[in-house]
């Protein structure tokens, strides 16, 4: 009886051992990764302001989707229609953005936030507030976007 309640304790023992070194690594890398993705998010937007194509297209998954306005994007059709007016617009107007809000769950993660937009674009006034969620998930060579959904209207 006593060699039981022994090999019990030496069990309950190990195991809040092994639970105390296990969480916080799980705690870190989900703060790791959380940074990572938020960082990805962050890379995105600052490629196309400083009109860095290839950054973005290094960013986007090879099957990602773009969807904005009612439509859906492959990859390729908006590297090749979509990607050189959002970079002229990004260059043109300030955009304000809001704290990126990031949720990871294994090898994927979405990031969603907020902005404000305001200048003047093709001589056109520009006062926008949008969302935007993007689904990234994670490659050897890091966080990649999967998909991103952009949403605009006036401003009052």
């Known amino acids: 009886m006593k060699s039981s309640r022994i090999v019990t304790c030496f069990v309950l023992v190990v195991a809040v ?21 938020a960082q990805t998010v962050r890379s995105f937007h600052e490629a196309l302001a400083a009109g860095d194509s290839k950054t973005v297209s290094r960013l986007l998954a090879p099957d990602a989707v773009v969807l904005e306005s009612g439509a859906i994007e492959t990859r390729k059709e908006y ?32 990031a ?21 969620l993007m689904v990234l ?10 998909a991103t959904h952009w949403s605009t209207r006036e401003r009052p």
């Open 17 to 37: 051992t092994v639970a105390a070194h296990v969480f916080p690594a799980q705690a870190q890398t989900v703060e790791a990764d959380t940074a990572a993705v």
């Open 137 to 146: 998930s994670r490659t050897a060579e890091g966080w990649v976007i999967r």
């Open 79 to 110: 590297l090749s229609h979509h990607l050189a007016g959002d970079i002229e617009f990004a260059q043109a107007v300030s955009t304000r953005r809001g704290a990126v809000q990031v949720k990871v769950s294994g090898d994927v993660a979405w």
């Open 112 to 132: 969603s936030s907020t902005s404000e937009t305001q200048g003047t674009f093709r001589k056109r006034a520009i006062n926008l507030t949008g969302a935007e």
